[in-house]
Nanobody, 119 residues
């Protein structure tokens, strides 16, 4: 099992910045990739950014150039640096860890942290 603990959400003005953190514990070495998803009211959960164990990253088009995902393997932590925040970024952000074992994908999720971008 993988346990994920998130922190860093909050209220920020448009154009501001936040950094989300997600600390993983448990079966850490079985994780193939980690990422951040978000879900706004009335919308589906969407992938924001992801990073593989090899360091490859990918981003949703809506956040490219503004958000950066990174990791600290020593701390078993993944970060999402969010700059130039827009009201459209308002959502609950969820940390995700993906494990692929014997062809089976297993996803673990954090509890979610609220990000609100408003004046």
């Amino acid at each position: 099992q993988v346990q994920l603990v998130e922190s860093g959400g909050g209220l920020v003005q448009p154009g501001g910045s936040l950094r989300l953190s997600c600390a993983a514990s448990g079966s850490i070495f079985s994780i193939n990739a980690m990422g951040w998803y978000r879900q706004a009211p009335g919308k589906q959960r969407e992938l924001v950014a992801a990073i593989t164990s090899g360091g490859s990253t990918n981003y949703a088009d809506s956040v490219k150039g503004r958000f950066t995902i990174s990791r600290d393997n020593a701390k078993n932590t993944v970060y999402l640096q969010m700059n130039s925040l827009k009201p459209e970024d308002t959502a609950v952000y969820y940390c995700n860890a993906e494990r692929v074992l014997y062809g089976i994908t297993i996803n673990s999720w954090g509890q979610g942290t609220q990000v609100t971008v408003s004046s």
